[in-house]
Antibody, heavy 121, light 107 residues
Framework: EVQLLESGGGLVQPGGSLRLSCAAS????????MTWVRQAPGKGLEWVSI????????HYADSVKGRFTISRDASKNTMYLQMNSLRVEDTAIYYC??????????????WGLGTLVTVSS | EIVLTQSPATLSLSPGERATLSCRAS??????LAWYQQKPGQAPRLLIS???NRATGIPARFSGSGSGTDFTLTISSLEPEDFAIYYC?????????FGGGTKVEIK
């Protein structure tokens, strides 16, 4: 069974940093792209970033480009999201999700339970 | 950026009724559109990929259609567990984008 478990969320001040982790199990981690999607309280879904199975391809939403960095560690079956220069508007539940292939099948299933990031002074 | 507009925002129906949800893209996305279901307090779940392909384990009452700019998710006969929020997502171009969602509520 595929399982994804996010961690690393919390309360941070504007301008601060956090690193989110997504621990994966139940599939060949390096064979699948992975993504981060966020959801502000009471709002809809917003795609954040994606990384290929090999880690060589990445893309970012314009709203986080230059501030967030996605990465993955095959030896730990874990994906990361380094978030710097955080803003109040980054407050959201951050979900990680598995892609349908290494690269190209940008449909996401399953998703983790999410981790809450709150940016506030 | 491709904008996905979902309508209606809220659909009030009774169990057993047919639900028809719309997703319109600001430019063609070919058939590169997916549908997700999200229940309160839960993560989204993939229902449909590439406009019409049901994901593994998704009941046959869920069907997707459309291409280009106009897409439809149909639930043929609503079950109690189908009352949720539904989102569409395009993968035609970067950035990936989601629609604003349609809430299917019990009438």
């Amino acid at each position: 069974e595929v399982q994804l478990l996010e961690s690393g969320g919390g309360l941070v001040q504007p301008g601060g940093s956090l690193r989110l982790s997504c621990a994966a199990s139940g599939f060949t981690f390096s064979s699948y792209g992975m993504t981060w999607v966020r959801q502000a309280p009471g709002k809809g879904l917003e795609w954040v970033s994606i990384i290929s199975g090999s880690g060589t391809n990445t893309h970012y939403a314009d709203s986080v480009k230059g501030r967030f960095t996605i990465s993955r560690d095959a030896s730990k079956n874990t994906m990361y999201l380094q978030m710097n220069s955080l803003r109040v508007e980054d407050t959201a539940i951050y979900y990680c999700a598995k892609g349908g292939s290494d690269w190209g099948s940008f449909w996401f299933d399953p998703w983790g339970l999410g981790t809450l990031v709150t940016v506030s002074s | 950026e491709i904008v996905l507009t979902q309508s209606p925002a809220t659909l009030s129906l009774s169990p057993g009724e047919r639900a028809t949800l719309s997703c319109r893209a600001s430019q063609s996305v070919s058939a590169y559109l997916a549908w997700y279901q999200q229940k309160p307090g839960q993560a989204p779940r993939l229902l449909i990929s590439d406009a019409s392909n049901r994901a593994t384990g998704i009941p046959a009452r869920f069907s997707g259609s459309g291409s280009g700019t106009d897409f439809t998710l149909t639930i043929s006969s609503l079950e109690p567990e189908d009352f949720a929020i539904y989102y569409c997502q395009q993968r035609f171009t970067w950035p990936l984008t989601f629609g604003g969602g349609t809430k299917v509520e019990i009438k």
